[in-house]
Structures are given as structure tokens and as C-alpha cells.
Nanobody, 122 residues
């Protein structure tokens, strides 16, 4: 089994930066594709970014491309989401997810963390 725990969320002003971390456990964790999703109250969970297990392929939603960067430190079993130039519309609970297949569809992911809140004020 794979267990994921997010951290690093908080309350920041627009234009600020945050780095989210997702630490995983499990014997096969390092071989899973990793992704970040976010969900605001009353809205569906949406794709943010994804990375192949080797870290040689990345994918970003248009809304965050150029501002967010996903990275992976396999030796620490940790995936990061570096968020720059944050906007109020980035406010959401951010979740990390893992699956054997890289995808933008949250329904394809089998393992999820419980999320970390990111709030961006105007």
C-alpha cells in the first residue's frame, strides 16, 4: 500500500510563494507517477501538475503553467509543488496523488493524501 501526507499549505497574500510537500511511504512508491490536484469548496477536483516516476516528464494545467513547478526527490520519498505568483483563484485544498499511470483525471488515481489548505488573499 501507498500512503501520502501533504504539508506546506498556509495563508499568504497574492503574489507570494509557497512550497507544498508530499511524503510517501510504501515499497513501490518510487515507481508511481505523482500528481497534484486541488479542490475549492463546491467545485470539482481539478488537475494541477503531474510527474512521471523517474521525473523525466511533467505536465501542467494551463492555469498554473509558468508559475508552479513539480519536482521529486526520490531519495526522500517526497514530491514538491513550488508555487510562485499565487493568485486568489489558487485558493483550494491541494492533494497529492499517486498511480501507476500518469493522467490528468483524478478518477484514475488510486492513492491520495488528505490535503493541505492553501489560501491566497487579495
Amino acid at each position: 500500500q501507498v500512503q501520502l501526507v501533504e504539508s506546506g499549505g498556509g495563508l499568504v497574500q497574492a503574489g507570494s510563494s509557497l512550497r507544498l510537500s508530499c511524503t510517501g511511504s510504501g515499497r513501490t512508491f518510487s515507481m508511481y507517477q505523482m500528481a497534484w490536484f486541488r479542490q475549492a469548496p463546491g467545485k470539482e477536483r481539478e488537475f494541477v501538475a503531474a510527474m512521471s516516476w523517474r521525473g523525466d516528464n511533467t505536465d501542467y494545467a494551463d492555469s498554473v503553467k509558468g508559475r508552479f513547478t513539480i519536482s521529486r526527490e526520490s531519495t526522500e520519498n517526497t514530491v514538491y509543488l513550488n508555487m510562485n505568483s499565487l493568485k486568489p483563484e489558487d485558493t483550494a485544498v491541494y492533494y497529492c496523488a499517486a498511480d501507476q499511470i500518469m493522467s490528468r483525471n483524478p478518477g484514475e488515481y488510486d492513492y491520495w493524501g488528505r490535503g493541505t489548505q492553501v489560501t491566497v488573499s487579495s
